[in-house]
């Protein structure tokens, strides 16, 4: 099984929102990440053949999607950013609806939907209409319905949004069962999420594949280059402007500082060991305010 993405370009009234992307993909679980207007909404579109690109193409099993039509969508599972299903429907008709369009056989629609409540932990309200539903348990029926017709291609965009932090370690968990026979793409704000359960991390920038990589081996670019020190109060806003900065914690009167340099910031500071939010903050900068780092 494999998805390959060849040269693929798109542009929206002259702006390129993707250029020249090319990579290949095998059962596995894919981390999307990179800044706002990096193009990863165009490019999950594209994936999941809402829109064909300008230039290039997508193959999967060495076949067009473009031209595969119906036998693509069979395979694929999907969930939007913005997804809400519908309001009146219970959990459990929602989804038996959603297996009906998809042309799932009757006699195990109602096994599968009873499976994917119990694995996304909303068995127990499954008589409940979607109204009544938190923003997190919304997200969980979303993602049941992406996996009802058990696609080999799975794409989730920000599918851990709303979740507290249990659900999103169920739900970590869950991905990472399925990967073995499924190609799964995650595009999230939540570094962490894809720290913890990323194959491999696509890093998109400017709307360019900057980097398609382990997350050891992007790690392994920033060794002997994260520092642990302690400022004053006063110091913050000269260190903020000299030095890439990660993290900051006020502890009593002193500050806190995790640092990104190849020179050693001040006598105090320390080596530790690098983690995906300071990944994020070498290739991104730390100014999008809706990245959450934990």
């Known amino acids: 099984m494999i998805l390959k993405i060849e040269n693929i370009t798109h542009q929206y009234k002259g702006f390129y ?145 709303g979740l507290d932090p249990s659900e999103r370690i169920r739900l970590r968990g869950i991905l990472s069962k399925l990967s073995k026979n499924k190609i799964i793409i995650l595009s999230t704000h939540i570094v962490s999420d894809i720290e913890y359960v990323a194959d491999e991390v696509l890093l998109l920038k400017g709307g360019e594949l900057i980097e398609k990589a382990t997350p050891n081996k992007l790690l392994s670019h920033l060794t002997n280059q994260v520092w642990h020190l302690q400022i004053a109060e006063d110091e913050l806003e000269q260190y903020s402007a000299e030095y890439a900065v990660s993290n900051v914690h006020q502890q009593g009167a002193n500050i806190e500082m995790r640092i990104i340099s190849k020179e050693k910031p001040n006598e105090s500071a320390v080596n530790v060991e690098p983690r995906m939010e300071d990944i994020y903050v070498y290739y991104f900068g730390a100014q999008e305010s809706n990245v959450v780092f934990n």
Not at 48 to 59: D, F, H, Q, T, Y
Not at 63 to 75: A, K, M, Q, S, V
């Open 17 to 161: 929102a993707i250029q020249n992307i090319n990579c290949e993909l095998s059962p596995g679980i894919y981390g999307l990440l990179g800044p706002n207007g990096a193009g990863k909404s165009t490019f999950l579109r594209i994936l999941v053949n809402v829109i064909a690109p300008e230039k290039g193409r997508v193959l999967y099993n060495n076949r067009e999607i473009t031209t595969l039509g119906e036998h693509y969508r069979d395979n694929l599972g999907y969930l939007p950013q913005e997804f809400h299903g519908y309001r009146n429907f219970t959990a459990e008709d929602f989804l038996k609806y959603v297996a009906n369009l998809k042309g799932l056989d009757k006699q195990i629609t109602q096994t599968r939907v009873q499976q994917l409540l119990t694995m996304v932990g909303l068995v127990d309200v499954r008589k409940k209409k979607l109204k009544s539903f938190s923003g997190g348990m919304k997200r969980r029926i979303g993602i049941a319905q992406a996996l009802l017709n058990d696609p080999e291609i799975l794409i989730l965009d920000e599918p851990t949004a």
